[in-house]
């Protein structure tokens, strides 16, 4: 951020529109804990978990923030920084374990959930898919395999079965490009393969399972709002007026956000990612009226968005970026970016060594909004944006996170620029509530805006949870 853009910050007041929603994500492996009690089985997550090497520190979700157990708690610390509404995950592993029949117990837990923040006022977001696919099922092929996605169909009803005449919002799949590319292409991400055909398939299945899912729902209750959240990106080349950046981008931008836009919203793959990705047998993955079924009307589209890109076809200093300073991913997550090279820009990094790029997220607000949401009158929500620091506990047990406050509050002020011109962006959920189980990070990296003392389970809340408290309460940036 310039001095300037700093100063205009503080001097300027910004509102909010009066039915923008402020809130909260999290997912249910990375903070639920109770792995195995009450009925649950193996996810994916708690198999790849156990894998040498696969995540840092050998760590696994088996207690992580021990948040189904100390769920009231929690929603309390929700009211009290004023959410109004909280997006979290149903485990597949806890509703219907390896897949199979339903578990009643891990129903029940979710309704206790449901009842506690409906009793504070804050509106219940449920995402059916965060990562967790029954590890019985992987066992069958995963998401490789298509009857996983008719299985998923089934699961949502039995969620609905339950959670159905509370909860409003409903979201399909959460970053279906992490739980394909990364996770079967990648090998980044359970469950850790490492074939891009596989991932292509899995990405297909991923989207039939979301269409078949919305139907099932659509089915039962047509006031439900329905929806399914992507993660996505700005893909910028290095130089503008060079042939082959401007492929690199294209290449990125294609199999990163149209791969996943174009069928949910135009019924059809794009054309020249097919073509990048001929050769890998994608075309006798789709079968007759699976698009159609994709592209079933949805209620809201979720963007998650944390940096954008910038892509070259020259290799930079660095070389070909990997998504993380460990050098994860192995490979490429993409199924055909070989000769597409990372630059960094000078822009501040977070401890991730992601590039905080706010203006990429008005640019890619307004990118969807013109190409994707307006023409169908579907919304949009941030439904995750966050960035994990290295925060500094005080003497006095305070958290200092100057870095995030920031991150936070010039993220706002993007989507407010966004709101000005003209895109209905109906709410924010800043990711993470809390401290958790990084993936394939283990606890390492911290998103949260509450700190977790792991051995004690102690929640401490940060400057950023203070400041967005204050943000929520006054409906404003100052």
Known sequence: MTQLSKLTRQVETRTFPP????????????????AHEDGRTDSIWDAFARVPGAVVGAENGDVACDHYHRYAQDVAMMADLGLQTYRFSTSWSRV??????????????????????LERNIKPWL????????????????????????????????????????VESWTTLNEPWCSSFLSYIAGEHAPGRQDPAAGLAAAHHLLLGHGLAAQELRTRDSSLELGITLNLTVADPVNPDDAGDLDAARRIDGQFNRFFLDPLFRGSYPDDVLDDVAGLGFESVVQSGDLEIISTTIDVLGVNYYHGESVSAHPGPLGERAAAPSERPKRSPFPAADGVFWHPRGLPVTAMDWEVQPEGLTRLLGRVHRDYT???GTGIYVTENGAAYDDVVADDGRVHDADRVDFLRDHLAAILDAIDDGVPVGGYFYWSLMDNFEWAWGYEKRFGIVRVDYNTQVRTLKDSALEYGTIIRDRRLN
């Open 96 to 117: 219907r374990p390896d897949g199979g029949a339903v578990n009643a117990k891990g129903l029940a837990f979710y309704s206790r959930l449901v009842d506690e923040l």
């Open 374 to 376: 307006e023409p169908t």
């Open 19 to 34: 039915t923008f929603l402020f809130g909260a994500a999290t997912a249910a492996y990375q903070i639920e804990g109770a």
């Open 127 to 166: 995402t059916l898919y965060h990562w967790d696919l029954p590890q019985a099922l992987e066992e069958k092929g995963g998401w490789v395999n298509r009857d996983t996605a008719y299985l998923f169909a089934e699961y949502a009803a039995s969620v609905h079965d339950v959670l159905g005449d509370r």
